[in-house]
């Protein structure tokens, strides 16, 4: 449902009642990961998207029904062999989703319409419902603030409130998207219901220094996979609001004192693309020390092995040397700024998805895999803006 927050938003303060559709678990090789939803209004219009086409027309009419009838209901789509034409994913995989009609006259209208409110806002937090456990709790919501606060409840238990609370707190802490299994008395042992938490932080943030032509192209392309992206550089005539009009932040700043001051998370990627050593060191010395998600330097092999040399001597370890990628990107023999920024972005991806780089064609790796490098089970995804994406 948050996945579409800013829509489903504006629909709310139109006084418009709709029902959404969101994937809750996935199997095989299916299209969409949890937390992607599609969504009816009472007039018939449609957003959003479950399956890329697979099965929309389907979930489209569950929607129409719950609007009619108020109903929460989970239904699972899968590939039929015996008949490619039927309803089911084509591609093989296998999606279950909780169809939920939001009415301005349901009781649990008030805590949706926070948690779109919250979302649409870019506010961190998370919505969880309960997707499978005793009957009369389909679907009961649960809205949960990064300080612990929340709205709504799951049945009337405060020991099952608290422990959902805990659970969807944990993971909106970490920014991801998933189910978790827990007992309807709230005890982890024997569980017998089971929650979907979607959770909604800020995008992750792209800092880019080296305000250079091939800055402007990786900005365009860190937009596209939903960072919020700030380009530094210590030369005033070069980082301008006229070269880098997408950016969301230009800082002119020597690169190391502006990361030494900004805020970094686990989800932070650096993309270093100076390629000049008084600029260089101080900076990568800083950022390889930090916990963040990704640090990668531009240059040829020859600047690399100087670089290298050079930041052993400023007291960097292998261990932290070992975390720089450089030189940044994969290998797609690309040469124009567009193409270095594609494959900049490609090994940023590959490394938080745990994928190989190499072609699928041929290979017998797993289409879509966690950022362990696991096959999806459809338990969990990141989620947020770039949610995410880092």
């Given at each position: 449902m948050l996945d579409i927050a800013?829509?489903?938003?504006?629909?709310?303060?139109?006084?418009?009642?709709?029902?959404?559709?969101?994937?809750?678990?996935?199997?095989?090789?299916?299209?969409?990961?949890p937390g992607a939803a599609?969504?009816?209004?009472?007039?018939?219009?449609?957003?959003?998207?479950?399956?890329g086409g697979c099965v929309e027309a389907a979930v489209y009419d569950l929607c129409a029904q719950a609007l009619k009838d108020g109903a929460t209901v989970r239904e699972r789509f899968g590939y039929s062999a015996e008949d490619a034409f039927a309803v089911g994913l084509t591609c093989g995989g296998v999606i279950e989703v909780l169809v939920t009609p939001v009415r301005a006259d349901a009781p649990d209208a008030a805590v949706f319409a926070a948690a779109l409110g919250a979302a649409a806002r870019g506010e961190a937090a998370a919505?969880?419902?309960?997707?499978?456990?005793?009957?009369?709790?389909?679907?009961?919501?649960?809205?949960?603030?990064?300080?612990?606060?929340?709205?709504?409840?799951?049945?009337?238990?405060?020991?099952?409130?608290?422990?959902?609370?805990?659970?969807?707190?944990?993971?909106?802490?970490?920014?991801?998207?998933?189910s978790v299994d827990i007992a309807a008395s709230g005890a982890h042992c024997e569980a017998d219901l089971t929650l979907f938490v979607e959770s909604r932080v800020p995008p992750p943030r792209m800092i880019v220094f080296?305000?250079?032509?091939f800055a402007a192209a990786l900005v365009r392309t860190g937009k596209f996979l939903g960072y919020h992206v700030t380009v530094c550089d210590a030369r005033p005539v070069f980082a301008t609001r006229a070269r880098f009009?997408?950016?969301?932040?230009?800082?002119?700043?020597?690169?190391?004192?502006y990361l030494q001051r900004t805020e970094t998370d686990p989800r932070t990627v650096l993309c270093v693309l100076t390629h000049d050593a008084k600029f260089d060191i101080p900076l990568l010395e800083a950022a390889l020390r930090l916990p963040v998600a990704f640090v990668g330097a531009m240059g040829s092999r020859r600047t690399h092995e100087d670089r290298n040399r050079r930041l052993r001597e400023a007291g960097v370890t292998e261990q932290e040397l070992a975390r720089l990628r450089s030189p940044i990107g994969l290998d797609l023999g690309a040469r124009t700024p567009e193409e270095t920024a594609l494959s900049i972005a490609a090994e940023i991806v590959a490394a938080r998805q745990g994928g190989t780089g190499l072609p699928l064609t041929g290979s017998r790796s797993p289409i879509h895999r966690d950022a362990a490098g696991r096959e999806t089970s459809g338990r969990e995804t990141s989620g947020g803006g770039a949610d995410a994406v880092a």
């Open positions: 800013d829509e489903l938003h504006r629909w709310l303060e139109q006084g418009r009642d709709f029902a959404v559709a969101t994937v809750v678990a996935v199997g095989g090789s299916a299209p969409r990961s599609l969504a009816v209004d009472s007039g018939g219009t449609a957003i959003g998207s479950v399956s919505l969880a419902r309960v997707i499978q456990g005793p009957a009369g709790l389909l679907g009961r919501p649960l809205l949960i603030r990064p300080d612990g606060s929340y709205e709504g409840g799951l049945g009337g238990d405060p020991e099952l409130d608290r422990t959902a609370l805990a659970e969807a707190r944990a993971l909106l802490h970490a920014g991801r998207t998933g080296g305000a250079i032509d009009p997408e950016a969301d932040d230009i800082v002119v700043d020597w690169p190391h004192r």
